[in-house]
């Protein structure tokens, strides 16, 4: 494994740089949209080498047929999402209080 050159450092190995962006990205709220058509939102807990994803508070979303009905969601709670049923990953925008917070609100 080569590491690599960082300008603003030493020399930075590749699965570090992998593992710092994982670690951005705990807690964050993620839609996982799988083979199936499901998609599921919840906040991101963890993952595995085998791409295995761990939503916590979770709800799942059924593909609708109708474009303008989504249903309502269910609720999972804790769930596990097979890495090999992941179509795509997506961070959700900052929910308001994050947002509000940020800009100097309480």
Do not use: W
Not at 40 to 60: H, M, P, W
Request: aromatic share 4%.
């Amino acid at each position: 494994m080569a590491a690599q050159v960082d300008e603003n450092g030493p020399p930075f190995n590749a699965d570090m740089r992998s593992r710092h962006k994982l670690e951005a990205l705990l807690n964050k709220n993620m839609r996982i949209r799988m083979t199936d058509g499901r998609t599921l939102v919840g906040l991101f807990l963890c993952t595995d080498r085998d791409c295995n994803v761990i939503l916590g508070s979770a709800q799942e979303f059924l593909k609708s047929s109708d474009m303008f009905s989504q249903g309502e969601p269910r609720v999972l709670g804790l769930a596990m999402i097979p890495g090999h049923h992941v179509v795509s990953i997506e961070v959700e925008a900052d929910t308001l209080a994050d947002s509000q917070y940020c800009r100097g609100g309480r």
